[in-house]
């Protein structure tokens, strides 16, 4: 199987090196570009699967920058690689069209899991940020059509649901349920299709309305 076609965008220099050595034999790195005017220019003209992009870059920042690649290429999927654990910006990077985001001090294995998820189209954020997510959607009002849908999940999805919105991996989920991973994961894109949403932060809005989750103001 052919590895997913991968552009870099950071603009620091020994980051993207060492990015480029972590991804090495996992991911076919096509291009590294340091602004987001290079950035939608090789985008175009490399036609990578998986943008890897920072949020804070010269020229044009990361989440304008998956706007207009939405535009130019919308096969092409965006994760963002961000110092910055701010909910909030991860709520704007999706809204914007990225399909991941993860924090540079992740482990390698999660940008891995992000880019494949992303490449099947498939949202991706990192579960250390997930249950601060709560705090930013808590007053989200949702359209009262998806709230009909709620009705529509199972028991085993409505664990699930609660374990993804207080932050737990698919592997911890699994562990907890005694299901297996992929069983997990399956879980979840089942519960992401019948309430028609694409990204976790949806999902918690659900867990929220649900009162699967309680908000810790301690």
Known sequence: MPLIRV???????????G?????????????????????????????PQVVVADVSMPM?????????????????????????AE?????????????????KTAPREELITAIQEASQGRAY???SITKDLITVLIQAQAPEHAKARDTQLT????????LIAEGKTMKEIASILNISPRTAESHKYEMMEV??????AELIQHAIRLKLVSINKS
């Open 87 to 103: 909910p909030q910006l991860a709520v704007e990077a999706f809204r914007a069209g990225a399909m991941g985001f993860v924090l």
């Open 195 to 200: 309430l028609g949403v694409s990204t976790t």
């Open 155 to 162: 028991p085993r999805q409505r664990e699930v649901l609660q």
């Open 125 to 127: 954020l990192t579960p």
């Open 60 to 84: 044009l920042n990361g989440v304008d920058a998956v706007r207009q690649i939405r535009n130019i290429r919308p096969d092409t999927k965006v994760v963002m690689l961000t110092m910055h």
């Open 19 to 47: 990015l480029q050595a972590l991804l090495k034999g996992s991911v076919d790195v096509v291009g590294v570009v340091r602004d987001g005017r290079a950035l939608l220019a090789a985008v175009e003209d490399l036609r």
């Open 7 to 17: 552009l870099l965008a950071d603009d620091h220099t020994l980051f993207v090196e």
